[in-house]
């Protein structure tokens, strides 16, 4: 079972139920070999010391059926699709009222667009610098490893967010 660090920079700063639920995932996840971080909001959040979204979000190497598997495993009371194209799937922890987290779990994609519609051409898999690169800010384009709390920053997003820059 893998053992998660005591200097997590996201973990401490959840509410009890999504801390819990958050450790469940990375463990899961962690154990199946499968990457599992934290990304968008949370993670700009945290790193500008800004009130946490209620909220998690997650970027995963995992395929949907595999992430419906492993939230599942972890505990998660049920599941729903946000969007088959887009490799989202979403989790509801706990009972209704204060306890209850929403998960959603995004598989690595890739998107390109193939003419000027809004509409992306999305490919699953991947690398996560990959799904990254297609965020739209630098400061949203920062990703938190959910077991060990690494952070991966390939377009320096941090110092963006520290000079309240958008790029």
Known sequence: ????????????????????????????????????????????DVLLERRLPADLDFATSALPEETRRLGLLAGADASYDVGERFGTVGFVFGPDGEGRVTVEVTTYRQEHYPDQTRFPAVRLGGRLVDDLSR????????????????????FEGQADGALALLR
């Not at 200097?7 to 469940?24: F, Q, Y």
């Not at 965020?135 to 390939?154: C, E, K, L, Q, Y």
């Open 135 to 154: 965020r739209d800010f630098t400061a949203n384009a920062v990703a938190v490893d959910a077991a060990s709390g690494a952070i991966v920053d390939p």
């Open 1 to 44: 079972m893998t053992t998660l660090p005591l200097h997590h920079p996201i973990l401490p700063k959840l509410s009890p139920a999504a801390r819990g639920a958050a450790e469940c995932l990375a463990r899961v996840f962690a154990d199946a070999g499968q990457e599992l971080f934290f990304v968008g909001g949370i993670v700009r």
